[in-house]
């Protein structure tokens, strides 16, 4: 059964930093792109954060661009996102996806999500 576990959010103040972790069983997904989406209440959910297989492109929202990177460990079939100056607008919940699609708009299979709320 494949499974994807997300972890690492909270609760934080506005310019703190939170590294979130998606791990991956069931199958190794170290030769396809994965990703990370939110979903704030209210509004749709959008690609954060993406990566391809190798490793070597990567895909951000205008609004995380110098902020949140995304890496894997592919040992550990392992997809992180380090989020630093965290703002009040990046509050949603946050999900690992992969394998992701082709134009990266989803995946085939999803996490649980993990919360992040950032107070001002």
């Known amino acids: 059964q494949v499974q994807l576990v997300e972890s690492g959010g909270g609760l934080v103040q506005a310019g703190d930093s939170l590294r979130l972790s998606c791990a991956a069983s069931g199958r190794t997904f170290s030769s396809y792109a994965m990703g990370w989406f939110r979903q704030a209440p209210g509004k749709e959910r959008e690609l954060v954060a993406a990566m391809a297989w190798s490793g070597r492109s990567t895909r951000y929202a205008d609004s995380v661009k110098g902020r949140f990177t995304i890496s894997r460990d592919y040992a550990k079939n392992t997809v992180y996102l380090q989020m630093n100056s965290l703002k009040p607008e990046d509050t949603a919940v946050y999900y690992c996806?992969?394998?992701?699609?082709?134009?990266?708009?989803?995946?085939?299979?999803w996490g649980q999500g993990t919360q992040v709320t950032v107070s001002s």
């Open positions: 996806a992969g394998p992701l699609w082709s134009d990266y708009d989803g995946g085939d299979y």
